[in-house]
T-cell receptor
Framework: DTAVSQTPKYLVTQMGNDKSIKCEQN?????MYWYKQDSKKFLKIMFS???????INETVPNRFSPKSPDKAHLNLHINSLELGDSAVYFC?????????????FGQGTRLTVV | AQKVTQAQTEISVVEKEDVTLDCVYE???????LFWYKQPPSGELVFLIR??????QNEISGRYSWNFQKSTSSFNFTITASQVVDSAVYFC???????????FGGGTRLMVKP
């Protein structure tokens, strides 16, 4: 059973489109995240979310928005896609109440904007 | 502000050699957590180890060992008798006590040749 799963694994779309990436975790964790990995492999936090608080990295454009229908899901919506949005997006989860738990990552979604 | 530096962008070794991956971090927090993740060519992020700032004991797990030195703000990772399957990008990461988001280093690409 996959702990953190993302769909789709690959996404190719045209500039200007709106797209979503889905993420689900079956670990019972209370906090979920989205990270972006650029072409140089740099990993950067985009959002951290639990049922109380959304923390947004201030460098993330407001075209990106996380949506959480319930504790087990955190989807990423991207409006008006741009070429620079091409990257690998990773979803992750962890248990916040136990501070030193590691984050478990999904397999990543490779987004290509053409 | 937090920062993680992995000065070695790429390392190439021959199978069975030992190799050490360096990680230096910066934080003003007195309590924090350090992690290593492995990203094999298949792309997923695999958790390897976490270390609390108040626990400076070194750790060994099979061929892997970690050397945490608070005095030099370093958390280095050594692979003994490297194997081709160790070829991957390795990331060091830091998390504050207050909050769960990870700050990643730039990664070190390790290539183990047969």
């Amino acid at each position: 059973d996959t702990a953190v799963s993302q769909t789709p694994k690959y996404l190719v779309t045209q500039m200007g489109n709106d797209k979503s990436i889905k993420c689900e975790q079956n670990l019972g964790h209370d906090t979920m995240y989205w990270y972006k990995q650029d072409s140089k492999k740099f990993l950067k936090i985009m959002f951290s979310y639990n049922n109380k608080e959304l923390i947004i990295n201030e460098t993330v454009p407001n075209r990106f928005s996380p949506k959480s229908p319930d504790k087990a899901h955190l989807n990423l919506h991207i409006n008006s896609l741009e070429l620079g949005d091409s990257a690998v997006y990773f979803c992750a989860s962890s248990q916040e109440r136990i501070q030193n738990t590691e984050a478990f990552f999904g397999q990543g979604t490779r987004l290509t904007v053409v | 502000a937090q920062k993680v530096t992995q000065a070695q962008t790429e390392i190439s070794v021959v199978e069975k050699e030992d190799v050490t991956l360096d990680c230096v971090y910066e934080t003003r927090d007195t309590t924090y957590y350090l992690f290593w993740y492995k990203q094999p060519p298949s792309g997923e992020l695999v958790f390897l180890i976490r270390r609390n700032s108040f626990d400076e004991q070194n750790e060994i797990s099979g061929r892997y060992s970690w050397n945490f030195q608070k005095s030099t703000s370093s958390f280095n990772f050594t692979i003994t008798a490297s194997q081709v399957v160790d070829s991957a990008v390795y990331f060091c990461a830091l998390r504050r006590n207050a909050g769960n988001m990870l700050t990643f280093g730039g990664g070190t690409r390790l290539m183990v040749k047969p």
